[in-house]
C-alpha cells in the first residue's frame, strides 16, 4: 500500500531526505550528500532542487550547503541567524524563519518547530552563532503531514505538534549520544501521534549506536509502524 499520494521521500543517510510532491516540487532537508558518509556515492537529485531546508547549523546538517547552492541554485530555508550566515557566504536566495512560523512555497506549507538541540557553525578559529536548533512540519497538498524533528532530545511539548498540525509521518533521531535514543524516540513517535516513523540520525558514527530493532522493540503494541529505510531508500 502507498504511504503517499504521488509524493516521494528519499532517506539519504543521517537526517538528509529528499523529497518531491506530485505537483513537482523537490525539497532536500539538511544538505550532507558529498561528506555523508551513509550517502549513497555522488547522489545527484533527479532535476532541480527547489528548497533546500536546515535544520541546525551543524556541520553533520549544513556540511554540504554551499556546493548544494553551486549546483542547484535553491532557496535555503532556516532560521534567522543561519540563513543570515548562509547569505554572508554568498548564497543568494535565503527565507529565514523562526520557531513557531510558517513559509508557504506553491503547494507545501512549512512550518518550523521547537527542538532540543545545540546550533553553531565552526568558523575559521571561532565557532558562529546560528540560533537553536529546529525541526520542520511540512503540510503537503494531498499528502499526509511529515514532520522532520532534526537533532532533538525527547521533550513533552512534542504533544504540541500533535495538536496543532497532527503529523502521519516522523522523521525521528535514534542515534543517542548527540540526540535522543530508541526508547525516548519510541515516546516522541507517541506525543506527535504519527502512525509511521522512519529512524534516522544512527549508524553514521560509532557513537551513534540506536538501531531500529530497538526503536521497534520500544513501540511494540502501539499501532506505530517503524518504516526502515536503507540510505537511498525510497518511501512512496
Ligand atoms: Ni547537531
Ligand atoms: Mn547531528
Known amino acids: 500500500m502507498p504511504h503517499f499520494h504521488g509524493m516521494t521521500l528519499q532517506w539519504l543517510g543521517h ?9 513537482g516540487t523537490s525539497i ?9 558518509p551513509s550517502c549513497p556515492k555522488g547522489w545527484k537529485a533527479p532535476g532541480k532542487i527547489d528548497l533546500v531546508l536546515c535544520t541546525h547549523g551543524h556541520g553533520d546538517h549544513i556540511g554540504d550547503a554551499l556546493s548544494m547552492d553551486q549546483r542547484y541554485h535553491p532557496t535555503f530555508v532556516g532560521i534567522y541567524e543561519l540563513t543570515g550566515w548562509l547569505a554572508s557566504q554568498g548564497v543568494k536566495k535565503t527565507v529565514g524563519m523562526n520557531l513557531g512560523g510558517s513559509y508557504r512555497f506553491h503547494d507545501v506549507n512549512i512550518c518550523m518547530v521547537e527542538a532540543k538541540h545545540s ?18 512540519v511540512l503540510q503537503i497538498e494531498g499528502e499526509p503531514v511529515l514532520y522532520h524533528s532534526g537533532d532533538t532530545a525527547l521533550f513533552s511539548d512534542m504533544k504540541l505538534l500533535r495538536e496543532l498540525y497532527a503529523p502521519e509521518v516522523a522523521c525521528l533521531p535514534i542515534g543517542d549520544h548527540f540526540t535522543m535514543g530508541p526508547r525516548a524516540a519510541a515516546l516522541a513517535a507517541e506525543y506527535v501521534g504519527a502512525r509511521e516513523v522512519i529512524p534516522m540520525h544512527y549508524g553514521t558514527f560509532p557513537q551513534l549506536t540506536g538501531r531500529p530493532e530497538e526503536l521497534r522493540h520500544h513501540l511494540q503494541g502501539k499501532e506505530i509502524e517503524v518504516v526502515d529505510l536503507q540510505p537511498g531508500g525510497i518511501l512512496r
Open 15 to 23: 537526517a538528509t531526505f529528499f523529497l518531491e510532491t506530485a505537483q
Open 119 to 136: 546550533s553553531s557553525i565552526e568558523g575559521k578559529g571561532a565557532v558562529i552563532y546560528a540560533g537553536v536548533a529546529a525541526g520542520y
Open 28 to 36: 532536500l532537508i539538511d544538505p550532507w550528500i558529498e561528506s555523508n
